[in-house]
């Protein structure tokens, strides 16, 4: 039986079924779904338990910085030992983090599982980036990027929605048992998945700030990370103000119609820009990808007068956002060795983590002088204004490298 499911060849002579890729994204599914639901839930449990809005977002702070700061540790050690071990680990933390709150509604309890589950976000996303690599054929590998991206924004839909429906109809205990139980099913479905072998002394030993050095060395690297530090920015703005924006903007407009066809779009933005990217080339797919971010930011503007305008933006950020983050990536899988794939993807999600954070706080500061509306039309010029700039050092870079 087994001899008769379709297989497909990695870059390292395996062959993975459809089962095994089955397995994967449901793993990647569940455990995106409760990272998600985790951070849309564990502010207002914070409210519930007794802390201050202070300390509400201080739980989520300290779960991202943790994240970024141990990336950089944990990146080069995926690459030398593989990614699999340490995704399991990561998916373990979320399995366990809602049991360790079942023993007391006490924030300092909060605070510490926020920490110590912050390894699995450090861990489990650029392990999902590195292991699709390691299993896509070569010339798909923004392909099957793009279907792991449809199962992560399944994640987002499905999550927080699922998560605030059980504690509305039953309590915040409940949700914490099926968000270990779904956290528990991650790490099941993972541990079946078949991963291509970590190559003995592919990889060199030293140091993991060396490691990060060495992917660093690539110059191609820059242009690359300076467009993805543009997305997530705009990404940010576009998650935490986007209502905010819409129902001063738009009065009557109702922001829920946005977030559906903004998630809508980018799940079906997914497969098409990652085919698109393995026919064309990223560097073809990418910026355009940008720019239509940058006009969709842009449009926002116009809100007060054309309300209609939001079904546009919507279309436009979800095809942007999702097409440029995936297409990005598998840039940044191209342009490294095979042995300095997590250590790169690492540096991408904390780029990406580090400018979704500088995004909110701007634009918090832009709801205050000169307002939302100029705020999301200067970011989208400039969005746009960018990509000349990055394209022509990219093609540069790939020049020299050549």
């Not at 839930?41 to 201050?52: F, H, N």
């Not at 991206?149 to 949700?175: D, V």
């Not at 490691?211 to 060395?217: D, N, P, R």
């Not at 986007?242 to 922001?255: D, F, L, N």
Request: overall charge positive; some cysteine; charged content about 10%.
């Amino acid at each position: 039986m087994r001899d008769k499911l379709p297989q497909i060849q990695s870059e390292n002579g395996s062959s993975f079924s459809w089962i095994n890729w089955a397995m994967f994204y449901g793993s990647a599914f569940f455990f995106m779904a409760n990272l998600f639901a985790a951070i849309a839930t564990y502010p207002a449990y914070s409210l519930a338990i007794g802390s201050s809005p202070f300390q509400a977002g201080l739980q989520n702070t300290a779960f991202g910085v943790t994240a970024v700061l141990i990336r950089f540790y944990l990146g080069p050690i995926m690459d030398r030992y593989g990614t699999k071990p340490l995704m399991m680990l990561g998916a373990f933390t979320f399995a366990t983090t809602p049991l360790l709150l079942l023993l007391s509604p006490a924030y300092n309890l909060l605070l510490a599982a926020r920490i110590y589950q912050s390894l699995g976000l450090a861990v489990f996303l650029p392990g999902m980036y590195t292991l699709t690599s390691g299993m896509a054929p070569p010339n798909r590998i923004g392909t099957y990027l793009g279907t792991l991206r449809i199962f992560f924004n399944l994640g987002l839909l499905a999550g927080p929605a699922t998560a605030l429906l059980i504690i509305e109809r039953f309590n915040y205990n409940s949700w914490f048992i099926v968000s270990g139980m779904s956290s528990l099913l991650a790490l099941a479905l993972l541990a079946v998945v078949r991963a291509p072998a970590v190559r003995s002394g592919s990889v060199k030993k030293i140091s993991s700030w060396k490691h990060i050095m060495e992917a660093l060395s690539v110059k191609q690297i820059y242009p690359i990370i300076g467009g993805i530090a543009i997305f997530a920015f705009s990404y940010s703005a576009v998650i935490s103000f986007a209502a905010v924006h819409i129902e001063t903007a738009a009065p009557g407009t109702e922001a829920a119609y946005f977030f559906i066809i903004f998630g809508a779009a980018g799940i079906a933005a997914c497969p098409g820009a990652g085919a698109l990217s393995d026919h064309f080339g990223r560097q073809r797919v990418a910026w355009p990808m940008l720019i239509t971010l940058g006009i969709g930011v842009a449009l926002f503007y116009y809100l007060p007068l054309w309300p209609a305008l939001i079904f546009v933006c919507a279309i436009l950020l979800g095809v942007g956002i999702q097409g440029s983050s995936l297409v990005f990536a598998a840039w940044l899988i191209d342009i490294c060795k095979p042995g300095l794939r997590a250590t790169t993807i690492s540096l991408q999600e904390n780029t990406i983590d580090i400018f979704f954070a500088v995004g909110a706080l701007a634009f918090g500061l832009a709801a205050q002088w000169p307002g939302l509306g100029p705020a999301f039309l200067v970011t989208g010029i400039l969005t746009v204004a960018a990509v000349y700039p990055l394209m022509r050092k990219s093609a540069a870079a790939m020049k020299e490298q050549a």
